[in-house]
């Protein structure tokens, strides 16, 4: 099993910045890539961006336009999604998932295997 906590989530301004964390423990040598969704109130959980270890490679949805950038610090099994220029819209609860491979799709929910509580962000106007 793997255990997967974020923090960071706060209450920030239009035009701020937040880090968030994620911190992965439990077997976390099984953990292939991971990943960052949010959900807002009455839609879908949606795509934010993912990690891969292997490369330190990433990738971002469509609609964080160069505004958020996710690392990993593999020492301190943790990934972390800094987010600058914060949007209203952005106001949502962030999720941290992890896969032990990687995903066939790696903007679907399903291509992940283990996912933390969550953590709230408020962009407020």
């Known amino acids: 099993q793997v255990q997967l906590v974020e923090s960071g989530g706060d209450l920030v301004q239009a035009g701020g910045s937040l880090r968030l964390s994620c911190a992965a423990s439990?077997?976390?040598?099984?953990?292939?890539?991971m990943g960052w969704f949010r959900q807002a109130p009455g839609k879908e959980r949606e795509f934010v961006g993912a990690?891969?270890?292997?490369?330190?490679?990433?990738w971002y949805a469509d609609f964080v336009e160069g505004r958020f950038i996710i690392s990993g610090d593999i020492d301190k099994n943790t990934v972390f999604l800094q987010m600058n220029t914060l949007k209203p819209e952005d106001s949502a609860v962030y999720y941290c998932?992890?896969?032990?491979?990687?995903?066939?799709?790696?903007?679907?929910?399903?291509?992940?295997?283990?996912w933390g509580q969550g953590t709230q962000v408020t962009v407020s106007a």
């Open positions: 990690f891969r270890w292997i490369g330190d490679t990433t």
């Open positions: 439990g077997r976390t040598l099984s953990i292939y890539a």
């Open positions: 998932a992890a896969s032990r491979w990687r995903p066939a799709a790696w903007e679907s929910t399903s291509g992940y295997d283990y």
